[in-house]
């Protein structure tokens, strides 16, 4: 039975004054153990005057501390550590019902020897067969059962909580002390508990805060991070942690699918270095081997885990790895329906998908009916060079920023342990996984190549993992297995006519002299000048730089053109020569085909000059049916009157000569009229004398 709590709490907004309390009360008040407290009084407090030691009759000497010895026993007055109601309420279940029951042991042994007492029996006689009468596992002796009385009458209920359980009472969260704690341990910064509570306590000391002790700040931080683990690693440690840990996640039924149905990829850098060449001390001359990490590009099955396509290289991962594992595994398992994959720049590239990233946000801003139309057109064009439509592949994209909605994510973690693991250069996906002799092994040159490492590879992939039954859903079966009972229908395209979808397509580029230019080399000269100022499209091999493929922008083929040939700067004569005879037949064979050209136009002007002529020369009519001759109406000039001169000048033929009479014009033109503003500017003519001479 609960008792009534008789004694009344001190209002908490009551001013706090200094007073002397003691080591019970102030491990009460701030949180600190009573050993703790006593230290500080004999080391520091007793010297401060902050400290004194009090002798009662029949008691031993015991400590007593001024309040304001620390802030904590500031929080509230000495006569509110004895405040019943509000200590039951700030502590636990299981330490409420302790004091209860200590208060209770301590009023019935009150009216038991009240009772002994009216038989004639002492104190001491009843006490005894009090203690006698308890049960055996909650017996205590005469001097707790005593000490608790004392307890009882001074401080109340309160003062019977078990001290230990009070240190482990939560703190109340409507504290504003606390609360600043709080919302300064939750950031992702991860700050230390008692590094937020010297950033609160300067705080708190501004705005006149109650503050508490450390151990309490940490008491309360804890039990906020058991009662709120995913509030606590959500504001703590970031989203990703939070979808991670916390986060439920979906379920999927794969028993729908068949094999070759849905095919996902991915990319995953080895836990393991692997010896890629070698590197000489220029001043000891020590060769010693170079180390580098190989990425795996893979395709896996999702109905039945298998890895159907796949290559390891040491270049970092783009979209030609996505295409020749897909390659791979179309040849050797047949072409999937469904391809789903990432987000990623590379799994999304114009190669796979016919469409670039900023044109898909086009089409999808694409309003009116005009821009509709006109974005969809352009998009059909280009998704010609997508690998995915072309061999009608439907292509998903995984949930952003979700890695476990891949499948293939659980097979690295099943790759590093199983096969990564065994090499004696694992070096770990962090540094808390690097072991320890790494560099030892490294120093001794162990390790295998990077063709080692891939043989290896495809050997465990084939004999371990493809062999091993899985647990997963819908499985219970070996992937070989899993591979061969549901696959309903393989579909397949002409292997060579695969190779050439799988090269990345890349235009479109203009034909100039010397044929195309692709990355640092040139195409086709002479082989494509009949498309000089052209556009094209070309499709490359990374293993085979030396040709290329050109095609047209619907993707018809044109040619297969190589490599052109560079001259050696410092090039002997025999090599001069020969490039020099190699220029001058392909631009006779450029000039003959203009020559072809000039002779077919010259044939047709003769032609259509023919024709005319034999129009001039046609018999004309007889007299009397020709139509009637044009009327003669002559233009009257200013230059009519000088006809004459004219005339007989070119009677006379003229030439220049030296020495010759002089020709007096002025008087040639006396005969003749002129306007009356010519003779002002004849002055200013030169004699023709001095220009021609007479036969």
């Known amino acids: 039975m609960d008792l009534p709590l008789a004694i009344s709490p001190v ?81 636990s279940d299981t330490a409420r019902r302790k004091a209860q029951e200590r208060a209770r042991i301590v009023t019935e042994w009150t009216k038991f020897v009240q009772a002994s007492a009216v038989l004639g029996r002492s104190a001491d006689q009843a006490t005894a067969d009090f203690l006698a009468s308890m049960p055996e596992e909650g017996r205590i002796t005469r001097a707790t059962l005593y000490n608790w009385r004392s307890t009882f009458n001074r401080e109340g209920i309160s003062g019977l909580i078990d001290g230990r359980a009070a240190s482990n009472e939560c703190p109340q969260s409507d504290d504003p002390f606390l609360a600043e704690i709080l919302r300064l341990w939750l950031d992702q910064r991860q700050k230390k508990v008692m590094r937020c509570y010297d950033i609160a306590l300067a705080k708190a000391q501004e705005r006149g805060w109650k503050i508490c002790s450390g151990r309490t700040a940490q008491r309360f931080i804890q039990d906020y991070a058991t009662k709120n683990p995913g509030r606590t690693i959500l504001a703590r440690e970031g989203p990703s942690a939070f979808i991670d840990k916390v986060e439920p996640y979906i379920t999927r039924d794969y028993s729908t699918l068949d094999s070759n149905c849905v095919w996902n990829a991915d990319h995953h850098v080895f836990d393991v270095l692997v010896k890629v060449g070698e590197k000489v001390d220029a001043g000891t001359g020590e ?76 089409i999808k801003k694409a309003r009116s009916l005009w821009q509709k139309r006109h974005v969809r057109i352009y998009h059909d064009q280009q998704k010609l060079g ?88 819908s499985m219970d079966c070996t992937p070989d297995q899993a591979f061969a009972v549901n696959l309903q229908t393989r579909r397949t395209v002409p292997d060579d006519l695969l190779k050439v979808l799988v090269q990345p397509r890349v235009g479109p580029m203009k034909v100039g002299q010397n044929g195309i230019r692709h990355g640092c080399i040139s195409y086709g000269a002479g082989e494509l000048n009949h498309l000089l100022g052209q556009d094209v499209f070309i499709r490359t091999d990374p293993r085979d730089i030396g040709r290329v493929s050109v095609w047209t922008a619907d993707d018809k083929p044109i040619a297969t053109v190589s490599a052109n040939r560079s001259l050696p700067f410092l090039a002997d004569k025999q090599l001069l020569d020969a490039a020099i005879a190699d220029k001058h037949r392909r631009t006779k064979a450029l000039k003959g085909a203009a020559e072809a050209r000039l002779r077919l136009h010259e044939d047709v002007s003769d032609t259509m000059l023919r024709i005319a002529q034999a129009k001039a020369q046609k018999p004309r009519l007889p007299a009397g049916t020709d139509d009637p001759p044009p009327t003669i109406s002559p233009v009257r000039t200013d230059l009519e009157a000088a006809l004459p001169f004219i005339r007989s000048q070119q009677e006379r033929p003229l030439k220049k000569a030296v020495g010759a009479p002089e020709f007096d014009f002025a008087a040639a033109m006396e005969d003749f009229p002129l306007d009356p503003a010519i003779p002002a500017r004849r002055a200013a003519l030169p004699s023709l004398a001095d220009i021609y001479e007479d036969e």
């Open 11 to 91: 209002s908490p907004s009551a001013p706090s004054k200094v007073e002397w309390i003691t080591l019970d009360q102030a491990a009460k008040l701030s949180g600190m153990s009573e050993g703790h407290l006593r230290r500080k009084c004999g080391d520091t407090w007793l010297a401060q005057g902050l400290a004194r030691t009090r002798n009662e009759p029949g008691k031993r000497a015991f400590w007593e501390v001024r309040t304001d010895a620390d802030p904590a026993f500031m929080v509230r007055t000495a006569p509110a550590v004895i405040a019943s109601v509000n200590d039951l309420q700030r502590v």
């Open 287 to 362: 060769v010693t081997p170079i180390y580098r990490r190989p990425w795996l590009t893979a395709w896996q099955d999702v109905r039945s885990r298998k890895i159907v396509g796949w290559i390891i290289r040491l270049e970092d991962p783009n979209t030609d790895a996505i295409l020749y594992a897909l390659y791979n595994g179309c040849v050797s398992h047949g072409i999937p329906r469904v391809a789903y994959t990432d987000n990623g720049k590379d799994f999304d590239a114009r190669a796979l998908t016919g469409v670039t990233k900023r044109q898909r946000r086009e």
């Open 386 to 473: 997508g690998i995915y439509a072309s061999l009608r592949i439907e292509h998903l994209h995984a949930w952003p920023y979700h890695g476990q909605s891949k499948p293939i994510e659980r097979f690295f973690g099943t790759l590093e342990d199983r096969f990564g693991r065994l090499f004696e250069t694992y070096c770990g996906a962090s540094t808390d996984q690097k072991p320890e002799d790494l560099a030892d092994a490294i120093d001794r040159g162990l390790g295998p190549t990077l063709d080692e490492f891939v043989e290896k590879f495809a050997a465990w992939l084939e004999s371990d993992y493809h062999q091993r039954i899985h647990t997963g859903d």
